[in-house]
């Protein structure tokens, strides 16, 4: 039972771990200027594509996957709208 109760505790230490950075991200990216976030914007797809990939070929389970996918969607829309095809 002990195991149990550390990893819990530790997957809660985990999770207020992320949350604090999930705000310090949220922050940063409302300060950027306009096209600061438009270089981002089409970095971050870059990056998200290469991490799907990765994902693909790693043994993780589907929470994983949806926990990524959701939480891009969300930084994406944080970034800003994409910008204009050139």
Same mark, same amino acid.
């Given at each position: 039972m002990? #195991? %149990? =109760?550390?990893a819990? @505790?530790?997957?809660? @230490?985990?999770?207020?771990? !992320?949350? +604090? !950075?999930? +705000? $310090?991200?949220?922050? !940063?990216? =409302?300060?950027?200027?306009? #096209?600061?976030?438009? *270089?981002?914007?089409?970095?971050? *797809? &870059?990056?998200?594509?290469?991490?799907?990939?990765? $994902? %693909?070929? *790693? $043994?993780?389970?589907?929470?994983? &996957?949806? +926990?990524?996918?959701? #939480? &891009?969607?969300?930084?994406?829309? !944080?970034?800003?709208?994409?910008?204009?095809? +050139?």
């Open positions: 002990k #195991d %149990l =109760q550390d819990t @505790e530790r997957i809660c @230490e985990l999770k207020g771990s !992320l949350v +604090a !950075l999930d +705000a $310090l991200v949220a922050a !940063l990216l =409302q300060q950027l200027p306009a #096209d600061t976030r438009s *270089a981002l914007h089409k970095d971050f *797809a &870059v990056s998200t594509e290469v991490a799907r990939t990765v $994902l %693909l070929h *790693a $043994l993780v389970s589907d929470i994983t &996957v949806d +926990a990524f996918e959701r #939480d &891009v969607a969300r930084m994406t829309a !944080l970034i800003g709208k994409a910008p204009p095809s +050139a």
